[in-house]
């Protein structure tokens, strides 16, 4: 009788002098990545951690092929205009959808102010069986642990849902001086995350070395969700502790 195993050994960590260096190494792992198949389906985090990388892919958006390449977002504040400066949407305009030239059609992601958020759950987890798994995930890690908006709690979700921000989103730099009252997430749930053909975390600056400290003790637990990628074969951190 087969038995089928996850595998059980711990991430890949590049650790990088500089963000810099940390930038510059993402960006040709995600280039060669996204070069070695015909078309991708790129799962994308915003926030600070990657912006620096997405810039790159801007620079080096000759060596990407746009059609290509299909972009889902990770996450978005719930009830934060699509528009508004700091939703995740305007975030992935300005880094990516605009600056490799990415079509309508080949863009996913939840749409903030949908009035029936099981409903639209529903929709991104239907667009997952059809178009899945994502060939290459970017996360950033949360002060917290999270990863998306999957929180730490008794336990975790698999796929797309609603989800109750914890006070340390609500804190993130993002959404705290955008004047919205905002109380929860979407986010792509850990499952659909694990599926992910690979998956890249760039993480750098002093105040995420204990968070990282945490996660490199190997502990997988729902308390500290980015904690399960250790059950993944090929996740790679891009790591650096300085904040430049
Ligand atoms: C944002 C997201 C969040 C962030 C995390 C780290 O789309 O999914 O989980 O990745 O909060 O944020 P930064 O990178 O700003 O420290």
């Not at 996850?6 to 510059?24: D, G, H, K, P, W």
């Not at 990388?53 to 060596?63: F, G, N, P, S, V």
């Not at 997430?185 to 499952?191: D, M, N």
């Not at 993480?203 to 945490?214: A, L, P, S, T, Y």
Request: charged share 20%; glycine share 6%.
């Amino acid at each position: 009788m087969a038995k089928t195993n996850y595998n059980l050994s711990f991430m890949l960590i590049t650790r990088c002098s500089s963000v810099a260096e940390l930038n510059e190494l993402a960006s040709e792992y995600i280039i060669k990545d996204l070069s070695s198949r015909p078309r991708s389906l790129f799962c994308t985090a915003t926030g600070n951690s990657p912006t620096g990388i997405y810039q790159l892919l801007a620079d080096k958006k000759d060596r990407i092929d746009p059609q290509g390449l299909s972009l889902i977002k990770l996450d978005e504040w719930y009830n934060l205009p699509m528009d508004h400066p700091a939703s995740c949407e305007y975030y992935l305009q300005q880094y990516m959808i605009r600056p490799l030239g990415v079509s309508d059609g080949n863009y996913t992601g939840f749409n903030s102010l949908a009035k029936d958020t099981a409903a639209e759950c529903k929709r991104i987890n239907d667009f997952l069986t059809a178009n899945g798994p994502i060939d290459i995930c970017v996360l950033g890690i949360g002060l917290n642990g999270h990863i998306g908006f999957n929180e730490p709690a008794d336990y975790l979700q698999p796929h797309a849902h609603l989800a109750t921000l914890s006070d340390t989103s609500l804190n993130h730099t993002m959404i705290k001086s955008s004047g919205v009252e905002v109380k929860y997430g979407f986010t792509l749930g850990v499952a659909d995350i694990l599926q992910s053909k690979k998956i890249i975390l760039p993480v750098f600056g002093k105040n995420k070395k204990e968070i990282m400290e945490q996660l490199f003790e190997a502990k997988i637990s729902s308390q500290l969700p980015a904690s399960v990628l250790g059950l993944h074969p090929d996740v790679t951190v891009f790591y650096c502790e300085n904040d430049s």
